[in-house]
């Protein structure tokens, strides 16, 4: 890889309808995506799908563009970069910024790919052609209209599996809503650290609902809580916003707290990153699965690839685009039947439709 320019995008994706989680809603997607220029001719496409405001994690997309056009990109420019270790070491002295970092490497991966001939998931050492992929089902403006919603999205869509967003207050009878017209589907919940843990009378009941998991339901940068809640209930507790990057992976381990992980490729500083804590994960017999940010389909593409490796036992949280927006920037849209992405069908859609490109960026520069 030799860089000889970048085209940095942010583009606004328009939902079909709001999606709702603990601490916030949106109606449109805000999105960065950035084109790295081979002297070659190739075309490294890589994406961030953070937020604009850094409520999930301190990154946020206006902080990413700056450190894009400041930083990482002028570290890249004109320098011949063969391996990941050679790209991790360019940035390894920023601290956090892992959508920052992930964007760049994304793109990295995408030449990749296209240099050597070989799928992403066959770079990053993925077995698997067909991975699950599980519905996320957001909240609605209370608890009627939350209860509603699923139910409607449950019907319309029948996945094989799904995941349900909860807050105090929409969540137990929420549960036995979705448990009442459908008591054996794979069902988990995902808190987005809402609770605490004097909320553990609320835990002692979802603990008799049959879920998967309980997902992130304390504070998003604690691991010891978590593992205080995981000995009193038996429901697996997943990690999430927990898991920021390898070092936490393993503390979080020692500790026991947690029996899964959600493994956020972005929010952990990267694909390679990601492939490095599952194998981490699966030598502590604890299984991972790959979770979504509501990408574009290009996101989801890379999600796909590396959900093949050989830990992501669980059905990942692939958010695809007919389950969540109005339209999308992908020329072909990835495939779901009966709740299975065939990830070797997949191959031939890493196309941009360059008029959508367009058509919904709302801010443009290059960095040369």
């Known amino acids: 890889?030799?860089?000889?320019?970048?085209?940095?995008?942010?583009?606004?994706?328009?939902?079909?309808?709001?999606?709702?989680?603990?601490f916030t809603s949106m109606t449109n997607r805000e999105i960065i995506l950035i084109k790295l220029f081979d002297k070659n001719g190739l075309i490294g496409i890589g994406e961030s799908a953070n937020f604009d405001?850094?409520?999930?994690?301190?990154?946020?997309?206006?902080?990413?563009?700056?450190?894009?056009?400041?930083?990482?990109?002028?570290?890249?420019?004109?320098?011949k970069i063969n391996t990941i270790e050679e790209l991790e070491a360019i940035y390894k002295l920023m601290r956090g910024n892992n959508f920052s970092k992930t964007v760049i490497e994304s793109a990295f991966w995408h030449?990749?790919?296209?240099?050597t001939g070989k799928p992403l998931r066959k770079l990053w050492g993925g077995t698997k052609t067909k991975i699950?992929?599980?519905?996320?089902?957001?909240?609605?403006?209370?608890?009627?209209?939350?209860?509603?919603?699923?139910?409607?999205?449950?019907?319309?869509?029948?996945?094989?599996?799904?995941?349900?967003?909860?807050?105090?207050?929409?969540?137990?009878?929420?549960?036995?809503?979705?448990?009442?017209?459908?008591?054996?589907?794979?069902?988990?919940?995902?808190?987005?650290?809402?609770?605490?843990?004097?909320?553990?009378?609320?835990?002692?009941?979802?603990?008799?609902?049959?879920?998967?998991?309980?997902?992130q339901p304390l504070t998003y940068n604690d691991i010891v809580?978590?593992?205080?809640?995981?000995?009193?209930?038996?429901?697996?507790?997943?990690?999430?916003?927990?898991?920021?990057?390898?070092?936490?992976?393993?503390?979080?381990?020692?500790?026991?707290?947690?029996?899964?992980?959600?493994?956020?490729?972005q929010r952990v500083g990267g694909y390679w990153q990601a492939k490095l804590i599952s194998e981490l994960a699966a030598q502590n017999n604890i299984p991972v699965w790959c979770g979504g940010m509501i990408e574009s389909g290009w996101g989801q593409l890379l999600n796909c690839h590396i959900s093949t490796l050989s830990n992501f036992k669980y059905a990942n949280d692939i958010c695809l685009t007919k389950w969540y927006f109005a339209d999308d920037i992908l020329q072909k849209e990835i495939p779901e039947k009966n709740g299975t992405i065939d990830v070797a069908?997949?191959?031939?859609?890493?196309?941009?439709?360059?008029?959508?490109?367009?058509?919904?960026?709302?801010?443009?520069?290059?960095?040369?």
Do not use: W
Request: glycine share 2%; hydrophobic share 40%; charged share 30%.
């Open 111 to 115: 030449l990749k790919s296209q240099q």
């Open 1 to 22: 890889m030799h860089i000889t320019k970048a085209e940095i995008y942010k583009i606004y994706l328009p939902l079909k309808e709001p999606f709702r989680v603990s």
């Open 225 to 265: 809580d978590h593992s205080i809640l995981q000995k009193q209930i038996k429901t697996p507790i997943c990690l999430d916003e927990s898991i920021g990057n390898y070092h936490i992976a393993e503390q979080a381990i020692k500790i026991g707290a947690c029996k899964i992980i959600n493994i956020k490729p």
């Open 345 to 368: 069908k997949t191959d031939s859609l890493f196309k941009i439709d360059e008029a959508k490109l367009n058509k919904y960026t709302v801010f443009k520069i290059t960095v040369a």
């Open 53 to 79: 405001f850094p409520f999930y994690e301190p990154d946020f997309n206006d902080g990413t563009i700056h450190l894009l056009k400041t930083y990482l990109v002028p570290a890249i420019l004109n320098k």
């Open 132 to 215: 699950a992929a599980a519905i996320s089902i957001g909240l609605g403006v209370d608890l009627k209209d939350s209860i509603s919603r699923v139910l409607r999205y449950l019907k319309t869509y029948s996945p094989e599996r799904a995941k349900v967003k909860i807050k105090p207050g929409i969540d137990l009878k929420l549960i036995a809503a979705i448990r009442k017209d459908y008591p054996d589907l794979p069902l988990f919940v995902d808190a987005n650290s809402a609770y605490r843990l004097k909320d553990i009378k609320v835990f002692k009941e979802l603990d008799k609902m049959n879920l998967l998991m309980i997902e």
